[in-house]
């Protein structure tokens, strides 16, 4: 491929890892991850594979909904080091080629946020109108309610000057206003603070909310999104703005910047992952297929960014009842697994009961689909939950750096797993000693991810295999392709599969070892072992086609 003069567009084909400062590394023994110990970190991430490390917030804060309610947002939580430590891990990650975005949370602060302590005590305070006020707020559509289990309403009374806040997500978060041009001005400066210290870019909070929630919020919502990008864009070219914006396709397209690309650089495809949970608990591929054939194409030099899982809940919002309820029944039948009623509160692993074959072949997957991905920490050693924590908490865990936890000299202040996830039994320490443990499959997934360009670069093609359980698309981009081919089943399979304009080529298998001819007919036959995943490289035969040995996985 070609990626002379394109390669600078660094996120197109980036490893994204995001983790929590507080839950990483505990640097200097207080049971709470700080930046030093990250810091140390940094070889084992750039070890990986790691291309981009995603901080989540990391802000000073009274920690209800664990940093996103922030209280000042041009310095670092002092349990977690200072700006000092920060500049330092700053400088690591770079010298290890690693570039760093951070979240930026701007539809709300922190109900004690100086800001908002000074626009709450007076209805002339020169900070009042920096956020959004009603003496008499239009009714509540149940819908809007984020947090259902905390909050019945999105606007909350203040008695002392007698007019209700609005807050988009918990009540101790009030939305800022962005219609103010100050406050436009203030978001502007946080953007800039950031990237003088070195940020390529941001993972933004919420942006439905922070831009056209509520009216009148903003006369020109996707104006404003423009802005922000020119403004990073004129500091520094390749800086990136990745963002949650869990919509319909349809509605999505507008935050790219339709037709121009000059909004968010990416957006998490929040569809194309809630038809992956439904094909993976049915073992059928359709519910993706569909979703990545309706899928629109982003505009030129932005990118989709892939994942399975975050630190909130699996959301499967966008599924139908029924669908919602399969993915439950097949993944988190019991209650205490679910939450707010659209989502679950576990990790991956152990959805799949442990079964390593299946926990490969999805995250095979992931990797595979055309995207950037984004791998939240502890995925590759295939870390479990904490059911016993509260709500979205559960997955957000101590990171297990070897048999005895290895994440701090004292108690965690976050209690880990026990059972088949305890640190005993899921560590980085084992799984490096381990050629066949998940990590050691990560490396090789995103070693040839990085090899693979036209998987994220390329057109792709959803192909028809004949198999309901076989997923399987190609990826083509300046002549070179890449075939892609999943089983999402447990029984195997012989797929068959017509690839146009290949006749006569040879697939090379990227992940074990094999070849496979495709005929004169454009067809190849691909063996498939029980939720078995190839990736196969198309090259010219090295051999005489009929001696080529056919493998399968
Ligand atoms: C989305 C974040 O991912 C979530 O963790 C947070 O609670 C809300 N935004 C509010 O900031
Ligand atoms: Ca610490």
Not at 29 to 45: A, M
Not at 269 to 285: K, Y
Request: net charge negative; charged share 25%.
């Amino acid at each position: 491929m070609r990626l002379t003069l394109t390669s600078d567009l660094w996120w197109k084909n980036a490893v994204i890892y995001c983790l929590d400062v507080e839950t990483y590394k505990d640097g200097n023994d207080d049971g709470i991850g700080d930046f030093r110990g990250l810091t140390q970190q940094i070889d084992y991430l750039a070890g990986l594979g790691v291309t981009c490390l995603w901080l989540m917030p990391f802000f000073p804060t009274p920690n209800r909904d664990d940093g996103y309610d922030i209280t000042d947002f041009y310095t670092i939580d002092p349990r977690l080091g200072t700006l000092g430590d920060f500049v330092e891990f700053m400088r690591t990650a770079k010298d290890r080629g690693m570039r760093v975005i951070a979240d930026l949370v701007v539809n709300h602060t922190s109900d004690q946020h100086p800001w908002f302590v000074e626009a709450r005590s007076s209805k002339t305070s020169p900070k009042r109108d920096w956020y959004v006020w009603a003496d008499k707020p239009e009714p509540d559509n149940p819908d809007q309610v984020v947090f259902p289990d905390k909050e019945d309403s999105i606007w909350q009374y203040d008695g002392s000057t007698r007019q209700y806040y609005l807050h988009s997500f918990y009540r101790h978060q009030p939305d800022l206003n962005v219609g103010n041009p100050e406050v436009r001005d203030e978001i502007v400066r946080i953007l800039g603070f950031w990237m003088e210290l070195g940020l390529s870019g941001f993972r933004v909070d919420a942006v439905p909310f922070l831009i056209e929630n509520v009216d009148p919020k903003l006369a020109e919502p996707h104006e404003f999104l423009a802005d922000l990008r020119a403004f990073m864009t004129r500091r520094e070219g390749s800086s990136v703005l990745l963002g949650e914006v869990n919509v319909p396709y349809k509605d999505l397209v507008a935050y790219f910047g339709e037709g121009l690309g000059d909004q968010l650089t990416m957006c998490f495809d929040f569809i194309s992952m809630q038809r992956t949970w439904l094909a993976l608990a049915r073992g059928e591929a359709q519910p993706l297929a569909e979703a990545l054939k309706s899928r629109p194409k982003p505009p030129k030099d932005c990118q989709w960014a892939m994942f399975l899982r975050n630190h909130d809940e699996l959301t499967l919002d966008k599924l139908t009842d029924e669908e919602r309820e399969e993915v439950f029944q097949a993944f988190g039948p019991e209650k205490d697994m679910q939450i707010y009623g659209r989502g679950l509160r576990r990790r991956l692993p152990t959805m799949f009961g442990g079964d390593m074959r299946r926990i490969k072949m999805a995250y095979s997957l992931m990797f595979s689909l055309p995207g950037t991905p984004v791998v939240f920490y502890g995925e590759e050693i295939g870390l479990g939950e904490n059911l016993g924590a509260e709500g979205r908490m559960a997955v957000r865990i101590p990171m297990q750096w070897s048999k005895d936890g290895g994440f701090s000299q004292v108690e965690p202040v976050r209690e880990v797993p026990d059972g088949p996830f305890a640190p005993d039994r899921v560590n980085v320490a084992d799984q490096k000693r381990d050629t066949e443990s998940l990590l050691r499959w990560f490396q090789l997934l995103i070693e040839r991810y990085r090899e693979c360009p036209e998987l994220a670069w390329g057109e792709y093609t959803v192909l028809d295999t004949g198999h309901p359980a076989v997923f399987a698309h190609r990826a083509d981009a300046d002549g070179a392709t890449v075939v892609a081919v999943h089983n999402l089943g447990e029984t195997a399979q012989d797929v068959r599969l017509k690839l146009p304009g290949l006749s006569g080529r040879q697939l090379t298998d990227l992940l074990v070892d094999g070849t496979v001819k495709v005929s004169d007919k454009d067809v190849a036959e691909v063996p498939l072992g029980p939720h078995g995943c190839r990736w196969l490289r198309v090259s010219d035969p090295e051999v005489p086609p009929e001696d080529a040995s056919v493998k399968a996985k």
